[in-house]
T-cell receptor, first 115, second 109 residues
Framework: NAGVTQTPKFQVLKTGQSMTLQCAQD?????MSWYRQDPGMGLRLIHY???????DQGEVPNGYNVSRSTTEDFPLRLLSAAPSQTSVYFC??????????????FGPGTRLTVL | GNSVTQMEGPVTLSEEAFLTINCTYT??????LFWYVQYPGEGLQLLLK?????DKGSNKGFEATYRKETTSFHLEKGSVQVSDSAVYFC????????FGGGTRVLVKP
């Protein structure tokens, strides 16, 4: 198993550009999520999904869109990049049982810089 | 949703010292509780977990006990090593998973 994969590893954008961060998992996990990690801020939840076709907002959803057309993939789209979106982005996935998530498996992260 | 309050760092220790990181949780029901660790330049990975009250999770010399009475899940290690330098995150299970700020631990030789 490859686990959770994220592409790209690094990205530099100019203000106003759009892009999609890719996330895929091969563990048949129902639950997938996106976090951003800023220095001194811990991890903040952007969006999450409890299954294909179902997404919901996290703590900091503004400026980001997601979709979940398959169990495996959960892309994160930046609509119009802003310097405030400079961060490290992590994707994670986990099993769910009885409405509760189990251990989350994290990808290696994407380091995004917006100039 | 479920949430945690975790002691702020950084925590600086000498090798072989005793480590405690406090974590208290607020949750609906009794979710599983987790400790994750993040080494420099990497994503988070599971350190240990407990699935019900009074369970003790353990791994790599670390331990944490699920205390329903005090809504706590404190992380402990009896003798830390330089390689334990990392950021540690406490997190409850649930439907909308959030993390606290993490606790940075620095172990000096």
């Amino acid at each position: 198993n490859a686990g959770v994969t994220q592409t790209p590893k690094f990205q530099v954008l100019k203000t106003g550009q759009s892009m999609t961060l890719q996330c895929a998992q091969d563990m048949n996990h129902e639950y997938m999520s996106w976090y951003r990690q800023d220095p001194g801020m811990g991890l903040r939840l952007i969006h999450y999904s409890v299954g294909a076709g179902i997404t919901d907002q996290g703590e900091v959803p503004n400026g980001y869109n997601v979709s979940r057309s398959t169990t495996e993939d959960f892309p994160l789209r930046l609509l119009s990049a802003a310097p405030s979106q400079t961060s490290v982005y992590f994707c994670a996935s986990s099993y769910r049982a009885g409405g509760q998530t189990d251990t989350q498996y994290f990808g290696p992260g994407t380091r995004l810089t917006v100039l | 949703g479920n949430s945690v309050t975790q002691m702020e760092g950084p925590v600086t220790l000498s090798e072989e010292a005793f480590l405690t990181i406090n974590c208290t949780y607020t949750a609906t029901g009794y979710p599983s509780l987790f400790w994750y660790v993040q080494y420099p330049g990497e994503g988070l990975q599971l350190l240990l977990k407990a699935t019900k009250a009074d369970d003790k999770g353990s791994n790599k010399g670390f331990e944490a006990t699920y205390r329903k009475e005090t809504t706590s899940f404190h992380l402990e290690k009896g003798s830390v090593q330089v390689s334990d330098s990392a950021v540690y995150f406490c997190a409850p299970g649930g439907n909308k998973l959030t993390f606290g700020g993490g606790t940075r631990v620095l172990v000096k030789p």
